[in-house]
């Protein structure tokens, strides 16, 4: 495999690592679902640049673990922020909602 030197620009504020899956729920509906954005809310609201732009890509397992990657970065996030993830989003089958929490950026 090669690397690219195509230079990928990140924005400020782009998300590099975060937390929170969330705990299994098997009211969730499994299945592959892609461009999920959420609601974002925490540290960055209060300087007037809310986090914006995540997306993710998040598998949903029969015991409704949910396993999520990012897709699209964003930008403006902060450490400590929250993307709150409605279960609609999921399947709608009826699980708690998820909470990821941005721990780098």
Known sequence: PRLSN????LGIGAISTFTGAGTA???RTPGTYSGITGTTS?????????GNGA???AVVLANGV???DIITRGQDYVIGDT??????????????????T????
């Open 25 to 27: 729920d098997a009211s």
């Open 42 to 50: 925490g540290p960055s609201a209060t300087t007037g640049q809310s």
């Open 6 to 9: 195509v230079f990928l620009p």
């Open 55 to 57: 997306s993710f890509e």
């Open 102 to 105: 941005v721990t780098a950026t």
């Open 66 to 68: 949910c396993d999520f």
């Open 83 to 100: 993307i709150s993830i409605l279960d609609s989003s999921l399947g709608g089958g009826g699980g708690a909602d998820i909470t990821i």
